[in-house]
Every structure is written in C-alpha cells, then in structure tokens.
C-alpha cells in the first residue's frame, strides 16, 4: 500500500479534493490520508464545504490561520514536517495553486518525498499574482504533474519538464460541479433572494488587485451600479472586501436595489446561482472554468487568466479592469450576444478516477 497525504487548505482545494476521495475508495493500493493545514479557517470557506461535499473529516489539520504570506508558510512547513517526520508517507498529492500547495511541497521535496502536483501546469505569466509563485515552485518540485489542458502541457514541456512527468487527466473542478449540480438545483436561494432564473447577473471578487484599492473598487463599483439599471445583479461580498467600502467611505446603501450585495455563499448556494445566471463577472480561476463547463457568459476582471482554454473554447472573455469593456461585455450578455463555446476534452467528470489510475501505477 502507498500512503499518501491529500493536502487541501483553502476554499479552492475543497472542491477539487472532493471527487478524489471518493475514487480513492475504489483502490487497492492506496492509502489515503486528508490533512487540513487551515490556512481557511472560516466557516463558510472550511467546514462548511467539508459538511456539503461529504468531504470525510480531515484526518490531520494543521490549524494554521490567516496571515502574511511569508508567516503562513513558514507555519505550515514548520507543523507539515513534523506530520512527515510521524506518517511517513510515501507521496503527498497538493491540489492548485494557494500557499499550502507550494509549502507542503518545499517539506517533501527536503525529505525525498514524492510530490504529485494535480492542477499542475497552470500559467498567467504574471509574477505580481502570488499563485503564479506557488505554482512555478510546485511544478519545479512535482514528480508526478497533473494536467488538466493541453495548454498546461506545453507550459511544463516549455519549462523543460521531462514528457514521463506529465499526465493529462482533464479539470477536477468538473467533476465536483457535475456530481453536485443536482443538489445544488434543490437550493432555495432563488427564492430567498427573489431571483428568476436567466434574470440576474452574478459577480464574484476577491483579488487584492480589485478589492483592496480604492479607485479599483470605486470604480468596479460604479459600473455594477450602471448594469443594474438593465438586470438584477447579485454580489456576495467577503467580509474583508465589505470592509474596504466602508473604510474607502463607499456607501453601500446609495447602490441601486437591483444590486444586492449578500453574504458568503456555501458551495450548494452559489452553484445554485451561478448555474441560473444570465452572466457572470469574477477574478476567480475556478469560477472562469465552471462558466465554461456551463457554457454561460463569463467576464473576467484580471489583466490575464492561468486557464486560456476557458477564453480559447469557453465562455470566457477578459475585460482587465477596463470598465467600458465590461459594460461592453455586460450588454452583450444581457441581449444574449455571445461567442459560441464549447467544453474542452475530458472536462467530463471522470478526472478523479484517471487521477486515482495514474497513482496506481506511478506510487
């Protein structure tokens, strides 16, 4: 049997991690082991995504909290080595691109253990975006490098990657979205927020990028107030984003009513929403990719994106943080104007068990 420690750490990894444990069951010859470094501690981006997916409680967490990126990994290395040093695990599997992929990693790789990188291959092109780092090391690190589009093959065969390392096993993300989609559909949050299906659009953002200055927000802001006089529009605003518009005195309550502005959203919630939108506007990775799978209009608010494919066959466009292009955009998807799309290869919801196919005969 091969130990293996599965390492999710924030809200992006629960997803992914998901589909996996539950192909893991299906082996022989693996030995899974869920550690949680909580580097997420919040309910609603922790244990509640853990309850909804029937992620099975972390056999280990880490309970490191928030903090400077530097400090928090520091902390995560300092308590992964100890975990390494009592499990003795044969492989570690991290997923994505935030601080505890890149952490874990750098542990591993001083103790000669295998690393295998799912989501690996992933690039921006853009070292002021701290994911960018953490991946670049991962992958640099990886023995095993997950992939899930041809682009991320290239990036790594670019980078000099030997071909033997890479494995294309299509987008994790996918799975958990199609094997949830059905309960997601028995949310009541249409109802609760008074929406109508194809009737409203959905925003989400939490880039430093585009919530933590003031005339970025201000004039995020601004535009969403403009669409809103053509469509409901439905926001769930992180607490740390709330409280830059209070700090940068942006009076929420001068907003249009058609712009609501809600709460954090579990998992179920928001793919309840995002799956009736008319359109999305985000900065999330994964978001870009969902819209994709969906085949629903999506813009983007960042100057690049890690996942072309979603622009090059999907639904996805970039606007950068020009707001005529996202009114632009908006009033396209509104008349229902878009670019035909489709969904890229093995997006398909099966990428978990090529994942647990390639472990089986590489560990």
Known sequence: MSKIINIVGARPNFMKIAPLMKAYSSSNSLEPILLHTGQHYDAKMSSLFFEELGIPKPDINLEVGSDTQAKQVAKIMERFEDVCFSVKPDAILVVGDVNSTMACSIVAAKLGIKIVHLEAGLRSFDRTMPEE??????????????????DADQNLSNEGVSPSKIFRVGNIMIDTLFMFLPKAELSPILDDLKLQSKQFALVTLHRPSNVDEKEGIQSIMNTLNEISSDIDIIFPMHPRTKENLRKFGINLNALNPRLQICEPLGYLDFQKLMSNSKFVIT?????????????????????????PITILEGSNVIAGKDMQKLLEYANQAIAGKWKQSQIPAMWDGKTANRVVEVLERKL
């Open 133 to 150: 780092i953490n991946r670049l090391v991962t992958d640099a690190l990886a023995d095993l490098l997950l992939t899930p589009s041809l």
């Open 283 to 307: 900065d999330s990775g994964g978001v870009q990719e969902e819209t994709t799978a969906l085949k629903i209009p999506c813009i983007t608010l960042r100057e690049n994106t890690e996942r």
